[in-house]
């Protein structure tokens, strides 16, 4: 099973509110990701977490705030976003968050901020 | 560097091959992978190859690495419409502490029946 799952497939809230995005694997990873993709362009990193510790944050606005409750959990709390954060939110798993390793994504998280 | 590029648009018969290519610049890559991302989907991985083989096949999916020109490639054989997606390559690095892959812009692949 290389399955990670991601809810809701779809989200839209307004710039006062405060949503999360959940993200679960059950394939026995350590290491999880949040990555952003916008519209025709590649995913990019925002933050990973190996062992449940944020171990990279790259530079993501404190709006964004990600938690790991426990190995299989990975969230991301939404709070006072953009217009221009609106984007399809990927989370990827893999074994111990070592270089070289596979990284398997979920089907994202279209989030749309008005 | 870590740019990995790609061309942006392929356009194809049904049944007929598909090559992709993509270029990256840092020699110290380790793997690289292939992805493929329908619409509004996220992201599969199709395959990948280790930075010391030379070509990978699985099933219809041929990956051929030139580590000299730094170039690979992704052939589809009799390629179907079902195939038609962005398909991103992608690059982990060995020698970073970045725990993360690089993508490659996409090319869109559009399969004419």
């Known amino acids: 099973d290389t399955e990670v799952t991601q809810t809701p497939k779809h989200l839209v809230m307004g710039m006062t509110n405060k949503k999360s995005l959940k993200c679960e694997q059950h394939?026995?990873?350590?290491?999880m990701y949040w990555y952003k993709q916008k519209a025709k362009k590649p995913p990019e990193l925002m933050f990973v977490?190996?062992?449940?510790?944020?171990?990279i944050n790259e530079s993501v606005p404190s709006r964004f705030s990600p938690e790991c409750p426990n190995s299989s959990l990975l969230n991301l709390h939404l709070h006072a976003l953009q217009p221009e954060d609106s984007a399809l939110y990927l989370c990827?798993?893999?074994?111990?968050?070592?270089?070289?390793?596979?990284?398997?994504f979920g089907p994202g998280t279209r989030l749309l901020v008005l | 560097g870590e740019d990995v590029e790609q061309s942006l648009f392929l356009s194809v018969r049904e049944g007929d091959s598909s090559v992709i290519n993509c270029t990256y610049t840092d020699s110290s890559s380790t793997y690289l992978y292939w992805y493929k991302q329908e619409p509004g989907a996220g992201l599969q991985l199709l395959t990948y190859?280790?930075?010391?083989?030379d070509m990978k096949q699985d099933q219809r999916l041929t990956v051929l690495l030139n580590k000299k020109d730094k170039h690979l490639s992704l052939r589809i054989a009799d390629t179907q419409t079902g195939d038609s997606a962005i398909y991103f390559c992608a690059e982990s690095l060995m020698d970073t502490g970045r725990r993360a892959l690089t993508f490659g812009s996409g090319t869109r692949l559009q399969v004419q029946p």
């Open positions: 190859i280790f930075s010391n083989m």
């Open positions: 394939m026995g990873h350590r290491a």
């Open positions: 990827a798993s893999s074994q111990r968050g070592g270089n070289g390793e596979t990284q398997y």
């Open positions: 977490y190996s062992y449940e510790k944020l171990s």
